[in-house]
């Protein structure tokens, strides 16, 4: 999710990550290895690439199987952090100031969520879009300057490789994972 892509991005140039939990077959590692032991000098987006397809191919016989996996470019988490606080304040300006709570909770009800809704992450730029406020689009352009591959298995709908945790359901973690974002 983003806050783990913006923690880590002075330490890796990508991240390779699903947005939802990750099915028990995992990844496919022997194409995987078979890909780089064919070209170990190749770039880490073709690589990621092979990686992200393997994956979802691999999950995406079993009936139900809500697998998501992305190559995501590091070196954009400040802009998107950038975005994201522009949103943010915009949301808070336009829409809590204003006691409109109701088009916050419309478009958080038509966002792509994961887990089933466990883990209170969702997909940022399905919520940007849901939203629709003056600062979603540039949200949504930075993301996806960012996330350079993402693919999901076909019953999967919304899913544009960055989530954010969002704590909407499990209020009572709330004050605690708000002492780690501090």
Do not use: C, H
């Not at 991005?9 to 390779?16: C, E, S």
């Not at 190559?71 to 809590?96: A, H, P």
């Not at 887990?115 to 352009?141: K, P, R, V």
């Amino acid at each position: 999710n983003f806050e783990l892509a913006y923690t880590i991005k002075d330490k890796a140039k990508y991240l390779i990550a699903s947005e939802e939990l990750e099915p028990g077959s995992g990844w496919n590692y022997k194409k995987l290895l078979n890909q780089l032991s064919k070209n170990t000098a190749q770039e880490t987006k073709e690589l990621g690439t092979v990686i992200v397809d393997s994956y979802i191919d691999s999950n995406d016989w079993f009936f139900g199987s809500d697998a998501t996996l992305s190559v995501i470019d590091l070196s954009k988490m400040d802009e998107v952090y950038n975005e994201i606080e522009k949103f943010m304040n915009d949301i808070e300006k336009n829409q809590i100031n204003n006691n409109q709570y109701r088009q916050i909770s419309k478009a958080l009800s038509k966002t792509k969520s994961f887990s089933d809704g466990e883990l209170d992450t969702i997909d940022l730029a399905n919520f940007a879009l849901n939203l629709n406020i003056n600062s979603s689009s540039n949200l949504i352009d930075k993301i996806q300057e960012a996330v350079v591959y993402n693919k999901t298995t076909s019953y999967v709908e919304n899913s544009n490789g960055l989530s954010l945790y969002f704590p909407n359901e499990y209020l009572e973690y709330f004050d605690n994972m708000l002492k780690v974002y501090k």
